[in-house]
């Protein structure tokens, strides 16, 4: 069975920069459509981002557009969210999801309940 484990996360300032990481286990990574999650307390999970096996297609919320990239190692068995310029407004826990079947567009990106594989979450804090 696939596993996901999420590395990166931790306190930034506002207008600083993470990378989180998505490691896999269990199958090799390419098999899958990788998502980028966040939910924020009191608040409903978000999209963020997705991207294709192969890595040539990806998919971005607005609000995260032109300042997050999405993308994967798959000889690694990896797949990173680089996120620059961040506001306070990104503070979430953030969670990679993965799925064999889900083509990466804007509605598979914002319906969490389709994605099959989950991880256990990195907090990501950004205050000052």
């Known amino acids: 069975q696939l596993q996901l484990v999420e590395s990166g996360g931790g306190l930034v300032q506002p207008g600083g920069s993470l990378r989180l990481s998505c490691a896999a286990s269990g199958f090799p990574l390419d098999y899958y459509e990788i998502g980028w999650f966040r939910q924020a307390p009191g608040k409903e999970r978000e999209g963020v981002s997705c991207?294709?096996?192969?890595?040539?297609?990806?998919n971005y919320a607005d609000s995260v557009k032109g300042r997050f990239t999405i993308s994967r190692d798959n000889a690694k068995n990896t797949v990173y969210l680089q996120m620059n310029s961040l506001k306070p407004e990104d503070t979430a826990v953030y969670y990679c999801?993965?799925?064999?079947?889900?083509?990466?567009?804007?509605?598979?990106?914002?319906?969490?309940?389709?994605?099959?594989?989950w991880g256990q979450g990195t907090q990501v804090t950004v205050s000052s």
């Open positions: 999801a993965a799925d064999l079947q889900l083509v990466c567009d804007s509605g598979a990106r914002r319906l969490g309940e389709l994605w099959q594989y």
């Open positions: 991207i294709s096996r192969s890595g040539s297609n990806t």
